[in-house]
């Protein structure tokens, strides 16, 4: 009898076990969710003059051709139109940028459109965003990891 109780309370241990970690992977899955949420949030420039949410086309870089959907606004939140952005690739562990020049496109709204974002390898990229708008400049830094 001490034997049966034995491997049924090792049987149990191990269904306790199994459970148990497949709870923490599912919630590890919604965890990943949010942190994919959280990183909708505005990027704000480095002397706090604009802010904008990035929506990049494929939503995980590759490399070669993308697209970069910028909305960007003033410190409010209000959008900010007729601002000029000049776009940079840099892969700053290789101290090199993109062979191509990206396009930039206003919209409507404060919705710019960045074109032919060219990532030549895949690796850790930051996309440099310089902002004119009248008198003040400023610049927003997005890191992106490529496939």
């Given amino acids: 009898m001490a034997n049966k109780n034995s491997t049924l309370t090792h049987l149990l241990f191990v269904l306790l076990v199994a459970v148990t970690a497949f709870s923490v992977a599912c919630g590890a899955s919604d965890d990943d969710e949010r ?18 949410h ?11 051709e993308n697209t970069l959907h910028i909305h960007l606004m003033d410190p409010e939140g209000n959008d900010l139109t007729g601002a000029s952005l000049a776009v940079e690739p840099w892969m700053p562990a290789h ?9 930039v496109e206003e919209g409507s709204d404060g919705m710019y459109t960045v074109s032919n974002l060219v990532y030549s390898m895949p690796g850790h990229w930051e ?4 902002i004119t708008h009248d008198d003040t400049s400023d610049r927003i830094v997005a890191e992106f990891d490529v496939q």
């Fill in 35 to 52: 942190n994919n949420a959280d990183e909708d949030a505005a990027l704000v420039s480095q002397s706090g003059h604009f802010e904008a």
């Fill in 95 to 103: 101290g090199h940028g993109s062979p191509e020049e990206p396009v």
């Fill in 54 to 64: 990035l929506s990049p086309t494929p939503a995980s870089p590759v490399t070669g």
């Fill in 127 to 130: 996309v440099r965003i310089d």
